[in-house]
């Protein structure tokens, strides 16, 4: 901690912890995530068909943990949308998202470069929702440390874990992509950080909140810029988790995890797999809407 203080990372930690979220951070967290609602299919012809459906899937996407980290605490899970000015704002980036002329609108936004800098700013709001999600809880269960957990991991990964119900709305249903059976790496990133957080709550981590805040951001932003720019579905626990989890759990887990990433059987060992990478979903949905394009032509 003498060396944090030698270098000032406190009270740049510190100074970084009270900038405020809205509007531009939290307009970037909108901006991404309706990005990826729109990645889906079906999403801009349920948009033109059911606008009221395509609304509310988008409220979903930007408020969705917000909602389960009020039900988990039992409290009313429409309280957020009193916040009218962040409801009113999601709702402009959505009406332009689907709806701009030309799609002006989303063509600027999903430009790789300017793309990346929104991803940053919303891996910076996700932290803070963990952090305050956590401190909620703690406030009141003083010694839940499951419950401050889960209401951190929902905080940071609410949408995910509401894929599922999202799709009911788009009238689609595939339990298989269920987040807790296929973790991505911002929902494991949450449930880590949420632990950590957790930990420091309870002051069996000696780091300050806003220390913690600064140094989670800086990795959560570095690891998920990278991802996005790469256009890959890998994540930074992959290696670690190949040779912990088979130790742990055993070797179905291997065998699971091996078959999840379409790994050679040839191929030994409980490291990373060397697989060709899926398709992301910015990949399948540019090449789906330019099919219909095509054929529309």
């Not at 609602?37 to 509310?56: C, F, I, N, Q």
């Not at 999601?90 to 030309?102: G, I, N």
Request: glycine residues 8%.
């Amino acid at each position: 901690m003498e060396l944090l203080s030698a270098l000032s990372l406190g009270e740049l930690a510190l100074s970084f912890s009270r900038v405020p979220l809205f509007p531009v951070f939290d307009l970037s967290y909108f901006i991404v995530s309706l990005l990826y609602l729109k990645y889906e299919p079906g999403a801009v012809e349920l948009s033109r068909r059911h606008p009221a459906a395509s609304w509310l899937c988008a409220m979903l996407h930007c408020f969705g943990s917000y909602i389960l980290a009020d039900l988990l605490l039992g409290e009313p899970v429409i309280d957020y949308f009193s916040n009218s000015a962040s409801v009113l704002l999601a709702s402009a980036v959505w009406y332009l998202t689907f709806f701009c002329p030309l799609d002006l609108f989303y063509k600027c936004v999903s430009f790789l470069p300017i793309k990346l800098v929104f991803v940053a700013m919303k891996e910076v709001v996700r932290v803070r929702k963990i952090a305050v999600g956590i401190h909620h809880a703690h406030h009141h269960y003083h010694h839940g440390w499951f419950i401050m957990i889960a209401t951190g991991w929902v905080k940071g990964s609410g949408v995910a874990l509401m894929t599922n119900f999202e799709q009911l709305l788009r009238g689609i249903w595939k339990p298989e992509t269920n987040e807790i059976l296929h973790m991505s790496f911002p929902s494991k990133a949450s449930l880590y950080g949420a632990v950590l957080f957790t930990l420091q709550q309870t002051r069996w981590l000696p780091m300050s909140r806003a220390t913690l805040i600064f140094l989670f951001t800086m990795f959560m932003v570095s690891c998920k810029v990278f991802l996005t720019a790469t256009h890959s579905h890998g994540s930074p626990f992959d290696v670690l988790e190949g040779y912990v989890c088979p130790v742990l759990f055993g070797t179905g887990w291997a065998s699971d995890h091996h078959h999840d990433n379409h790994g050679s059987p040839h191929s030994g060992g409980p490291g990373p797999q060397h697989c060709p990478a899926a398709k992301s979903k910015e990949e399948l949905g540019e090449g789906s809407r330019k099919k219909k394009t095509k054929k529309a032509d």
